[in-house]
T-cell receptor, first 113, second 112 residues
C-alpha cells in the first residue's frame, strides 16, 4: 500500500545548526509530496511541496527535493532558529481530483538557544 | 488562512455517549476532511466530503459518521463514544487537484 516513513524524533538542535529530517515513501503511482508543520496548539500548515521527480520545494529557508530513485523527500534547513521548534509531517497524495493526504508519523524538532 | 473553525475546541465525555464535532469554513472549498491525530500514528483520515451530501470513508472510519448539508459545514459524529476515540480531531479543506489543505486548530476529545 501507499505509506510515508519519517525518522523518529525528537530531533534536538542548537540554534544555527543544520537540520535534516528524513522522509521516504512507498507509492503505487506518481505521488505529490508535501511537508507540513504544526506549531503548538495549532493545526497543520503547508511548508512546501513538490509534484514531480527532481522538483525542489522551498519555503522559509527549508528545502526538500523529490528523489524518485530513492523514494525520498528529506527536509533540510541550513540554520535553524528557536522559532522553528514544531512537529514536521511528511505526506503524499496520489489523488488527482481530491487532496487526500497520507501522512507520516511526524517528527518533533526542538531548537535550543 | 482558509477560515476554518472547529467546535468545540475541547470536550470530555463518557463512554457510550454520542458526540458531534463541527467544522465550519468560509472559503467555499469543495473538499472537506476529518483526520484524527494520535501519537505514533500521525494523522489518519476518518471521512471526507467532495460536495454537499457527498461523503466517503477514510482509513479509520469505523465508529464515525459524517454529514454535509451545506458547503460550509462538515459534521463528525461518534454515535457511541469509546475510549479508543480519545484523540485530537482536525478538520481540513481543499480545492482539489493537489492544492494544499488548510487545517483548523483541532478539537481535543477525551472519552472517559
Amino acid at each position: 500500500g501507499n505509506s510515508v516513513t519519517q525518522m523518529e524524533g525528537p530531533v534536538t538542535l542548537s540554534e544555527e545548526a543544520f537540520l535534516t529530517i528524513n522522509c521516504t515513501y512507498t507509492a503505487t503511482g506518481y505521488p505529490s509530496l508535501f511537508w507540513y508543520v504544526q506549531y503548538p496548539g495549532e493545526g497543520l500548515q503547508l511548508l512546501l511541496k513538490a509534484t514531480k521527480a527532481d522538483d525542489k520545494g522551498s519555503n522559509k529557508g527549508f528545502e526538500a527535493t523529490y528523489r524518485k530513485e530513492t523514494t525520498s523527500f528529506h527536509l533540510e534547513k541550513g540554520s535553524v532558529q528557536v522559532s522553528d521548534s514544531a512537529v514536521y509531517f511528511c505526506a503524499l497524495t496520489l489523488s488527482y481530483n481530491t487532496d487526500k493526504l497520507i501522512f507520516g508519523t511526524g517528527t518533533r524538532l526542538q531548537v535550543f538557544p | 488562512d482558509a477560515g476554518i473553525t472547529q467546535s468545540p475546541r475541547h470536550k470530555v465525555t463518557e463512554t457510550g455517549t454520542p458526540v458531534t464535532l463541527r467544522c465550519h469554513q468560509t472559503e467555499n472549498h469543495r473538499y472537506m476532511y476529518w483526520y484524527r491525530q494520535d501519537p505514533g500514528h500521525g494523522l489518519r483520515l476518518i471521512h471526507y466530503s467532495y460536495g454537499v451530501k457527498d461523503t466517503d470513508k477514510g482509513e479509520v472510519s469505523d465508529g464515525y459518521s459524517v454529514s454535509r448539508s451545506k458547503t460550509e459545514d462538515f459534521l463528525l459524529t461518534l454515535e457511541s463514544a469509546t475510549s479508543s476515540q480519545t484523540s485530537v480531531y482536525f478538520c481540513a479543506t481543499g480545492q482539489g487537484t493537489n492544492s494544499p489543505l488548510h487545517f483548523g486548530n483541532g478539537t481535543r476529545l477525551t472519552v472517559t
